[in-house]
């Protein structure tokens, strides 16, 4: 089985995939595939700098990852030329780790920030949302060092609470506590593999 899990930033899904990963999920992480995909030399980052400017790569080859952010989240165009050229690239990547993490565990978990947004729930069985108000979103986001101008500009771009709960096939409240959190992962866990 392919589970989807998704949620806005700071929402709690890498805390809950984590939960999952010990439960004895595999999980295939888009935000790891979009790191890889722009390593020095790769053909994604030759891509996004023709389109962003050359200074986004560094003296060593690397990603000037602030700089790219910059240009990138400045307006919806740039954003959305942003992920055109990066999302068929992680989509690729993504359906052969999560055949490959399907054949090896119980349960593929596909942790997708953008999955309802990019329409890749076409990859998974099941949607799983990870849900919080979006104050505490923000203020987990930004405990955890990120700046809170573009955590709420994120937000702005990413699918609306409503939007995402309509495509969910379960919803994880990790509005309150951890203990919580995990109370639900035991339950959906326990449904899966009974
Ligand atoms: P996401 O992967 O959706 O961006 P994270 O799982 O990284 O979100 O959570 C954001 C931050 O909030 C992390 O520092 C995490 O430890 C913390 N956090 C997540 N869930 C809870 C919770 N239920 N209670 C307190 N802190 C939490």
Do not use: C
Not at 23 to 41: F, N, Q
Not at 57 to 81: C, I, K, M, W, Y
Not at 135 to 164: H, I, K, P, W
Request: proline residues 3%; hydrophobic residues 40%.
């Amino acid at each position: 089985m392919r589970v989807g899990l998704t949620g806005g930033i700071g929402s709690g899904k890498s805390t809950v995939s984590t939960m999952l990963a010990r439960k004895g999920a595999g999980i295939v992480d888009a935000d790891e595939i979009a790191r890889r995909i722009v390593e020095p030399g790769s053909p994604v980052l030759a891509r996004l700098a023709e389109e962003f400017g050359e200074d986004i790569v560094l003296a060593d080859g690397s990603l000037n990852r602030q700089l790219l952010a910059d240009r990138a989240f400045a307006d919806e165009r740039s954003t959305r030329h942003l992920n055109e050229i990066t999302h068929p690239a992680i989509r690729e990547i993504a359906e052969a780790e999560i055949s490959a993490a399907e054949a090896a565990y119980p349960i593929a978990v596909y942790e997708m920030p953008l999955l309802v947004e990019t329409g890749q729930v076409s990859l998974v069985d099941i949607v799983v949302v990870v849900d919080a108000p979006e104050e505490v979103q923000v203020q987990r986001a930004v405990d955890r060092g990120l700046n809170e101008a573009d955590v709420r500009r994120r937000m702005e771009q990413q699918a609306s609470r409503a939007d995402r709960s309509s495509a969910a096939d379960h919803m994880i409240d990790n509005g309150t506590t951890l203990e919580s959190t995990q109370a639900q992962v035991d339950a959906l866990w326990s449904e899966w593999t009974s």
